[in-house]
């Protein structure tokens, strides 16, 4: 597997095409406001980062991906939770993640993982949905600590029009350099100037973009069912 960082103004249009027709194939119920310019910025400014299959893959094949940014590049999406006892450059905010593959998801939060544990980072945090569809299941099981109580997004809402709720949720402390030392243990390469991160599949699930991924819905019910039952299930998530 490869991640690999998108720079170029081609690679970032490709990755928003693909980030969009994945929402609509997976059945989103959400867009942003006609005033917000927050998914754009995230867009022209963040890291955009794609999985690929192969190293060869062009930027149309790839399977998965996600937008991170420090909070010395620029502010974190919403007030809460103030990590302000925290360097800026060591604060990162995830989101936007999305897949076509089954299984593409849970690698590129692997490879998020990673690049946390390169950038040193002391916390990380996500704002996932959870109204009117709660995404922030993966990110519980994943020991992320719900910082409150849900935010109205005003960025963003439901297809009718409605609100639209996310749970600010961060990993910090020993949680965090935990599960980055984990994901280290198995091992990867980097390549220019670990803009290319390399590493393999730990997981059962072959991912490619011939298996579709699951639906949301399907993929919360399976993690739900699991979880009351005490198994583990390696599932795609989106923030």
Not at 175 to 189: H, N, Q, W, Y
């Amino acid at each position: 597997m490869e991640l690999r960082q998108l720079t170029t103004e081609s690679e970032r249009r490709i990755f928003g095409e693909r980030m969009e027709e994945a929402r609509a194939k997976r059945g989103a119920r959400y867009r942003d406001t006609r005033r917000s310019n927050v998914g754009r910025i995230h867009l022209e400014y963040g890291l955009l980062y794609g999985l690929f299959e192969h190293d060869d893959d062009l930027p149309e094949q790839m399977m998965s991906g996600f937008v991170m940014h420090d909070l010395a590049s620029f502010p974190q999406s919403f007030p809460r939770p103030d990590l302000s006892h925290l360097s800026a450059r060591s604060v990162i905010e995830g989101g936007e993640l999305w897949s076509f593959a089954k299984g593409a998801g849970l690698l590129a939060q692997r490879g998020a993982t990673i690049l946390a544990g390169l950038m040193q980072a002391q916390a990380f945090l996500v704002y996932p949905t959870v109204k009117p569809s709660d995404q922030s299941v993966p990110y519980v099981l994943a020991n992320f600590i719900k910082a409150g109580d849900p935010i109205v997004c005003p960025y963003c809402e439901t297809t009718d029009g409605g609100k639209l709720w996310v749970q600010p949720m961060v990993l910090e402390g020993e949680a965090l350099a935990k599960l980055v030392d984990d994901v280290f243990g198995i091992g990867f390469e980097t390549s220019d100037s670990m803009r290319r991160i390399r590493f393999d599949n730990p997981f059962a699930i072959e991912p490619t973009l011939s298996r579709p991924a699951i639906p949301v819905e399907q993929r919360l019910a399976a993690v739900e069912s699991a979880a009351a039952h005490g198994h583990e299930v390696n599932g795609d998530a989106q923030a």
